[in-house]
Each structure stands twice: as C-alpha cells, then as structure tokens.
C-alpha cells in the first residue's frame, strides 16, 4: 500500500488526491501506512534546493526523495 501510494502521490493533481486516497483504502481496507522518510535525505534535499535558489517546501522534498 505504501509503495503505491507513495510512488503514485506527486503524479495526481491535488483535485483527485482525495479520489485516489479512497481507492487506495479500499483496496487495502483497515491499513493505515504512514509515510516513511529518511530525516538525513529530507535534510540534504532541502539544503540543495536551497543553494539552487529554490524553495524547500514539503511537497517539492517528498518528490525529490
């Protein structure tokens, strides 16, 4: 479930998130997957946005890790 979801998430407009999040649960009834995220790779992903002159906001990190 959370390979799926994880993976599928940055590609869905944020309009259909919600449809998507509905599938997903019932295909996996029960199953609450949290999201896993190393805090080194966030860190370091954020510090390169940053000297890119980018914004390191969550949802750019999310895609990039």
Sequence with gaps: ????RDFNWPKIKVEDRMIFMGLIRDLFPGIDAKTLVDEDLRVVCGDIAKSKNLQPEKEFVLKCI
């Design 1 to 4: 479930m959370r390979a799926l």
